[in-house]
């Protein structure tokens, strides 16, 4: 049975067709939003090609596809269950939804296509990937760059990020901020020392105060920058059920919980070559992801 497409500024309803076959008529126009046949469907993505995949999820597989016209478009095959009309109001029912939701940073659908008990969505192609693979590839680039200077230890030999891995982050920033030094630092004398090392010397020494930043002078109250330091130092610990949750920690940089007396334990601080491995680890995590690009938009 094929159905066609009634569509309004404030509607989409199915009705039974006539008696041409919509699935080899060119696309028709109502509004904004279109109704495409599947030969043209079909032509635009090289026959549903896989080399044309880019994305696949509980709902449907989508494809890239170039119309006639010249457009991009992501073409999304609906995995929907049609033998029963519950099946179909859920497709009219997310139809509408879609074809009257605008935003700036919402995919547009421009149309739809229906071919026996087949269901086809046309959205607006998506360039750059997906938000998740963006994100994944910046916290890569960013951490190879300064030397995964942020990267927790644990996670640099298992691959496995925690809410204690994003405390180990915050402590080495809050390290940063009050000592004005990179995490890896250079010089003749020393060779390459890191940041989360040196913070540890000088606590051991009860010398805190001569990492704050120079550039401050004397123009800084000592004793929250000591305070500062700690907390950091506390974050960074290479036990992470020693380290204090965020809510904790906001509470020490504060005030509001006296770490005076606390005790602070050796800092974790990942071997360059697990660095290295986790870095491995991650982009072919990348690669070999089981879900393609892109795909995050249309699901």
């Known amino acids: 049975m094929k159905f066609s497409f009634c569509c309004s500024s404030n509607s989409v309803s199915v009705s039974q067709p006539t008696t041409k076959d919509t699935s080899r008529q ?16 079909k032509t635009a993505t090289h026959g549903f090609s896989t080399s044309n995949k880019i994305g696949a999820g ?99 030999i298992t691959g496995h990020l925690t809410r204690k891995s994003d405390v180990y982050s915050f402590g080495v920033l809050l390290l940063e901020i009050i000592s004005g030094r990179p995490f890896v630092d250079f010089d003749l004398e020393q060779g390459e020392h890191y940041l989360v090392q040196k913070a540890w010397e000088v606590y051991k020494d009860s010398d805190l ?61 990942a071997d360059l070559m697990d660095i290295k491995l986790a870095q491995q680890m991650l982009s072919q995590s990348i690669s070999s992801s089981e879900t393609p690009s892109h795909s995050t938009a249309y699901f």
């Open 58 to 156: 509980a709902s449907g597989s989508v494809y890239k596809g170039r119309l006639r016209d010249g457009t991009i478009v992501a073409v999304k095959v609906l995995s929907i269950e049609l033998e029963s009309m519950k099946g179909e109001r859920e497709f009219v029912s997310e139809l509408a939804a879609l074809s009257n939701m605008k935003h700036e940073n919402l995919v547009t659908l421009q149309g739809c296509c229906i071919d026996g008990a087949s269901r086809y969505l046309v959205y607006d192609y998506m360039e750059n990937n997906s938000l998740a693979h963006t994100l994944l590839v910046f916290f890569f680039s960013c951490n190879h760059k300064r030397k995964r200077g942020y990267l927790a230890p644990e996670y640099a």
């Open 209 to 269: 105060v001569t990492l704050v930043d120079p550039t401050l002078d004397v123009n800084y109250p000592e004793a929250e920058a000591v305070r500062f330091l700690k907390v950091g130092l506390l974050c960074v610990q290479e036990n992470v059920r020693l380290r204090p949750i965020m809510s904790t920690t906001v509470n020490m940089l504060t005030g509001d919980v006296d770490i005076q007396d606390v005790h602070i334990t050796q800092p974790g601080l």
């Open 26 to 41: 060119g696309a028709q126009n109502d509004g904004d939003f279109r109704v495409f046949s599947y030969n043209e469907l």
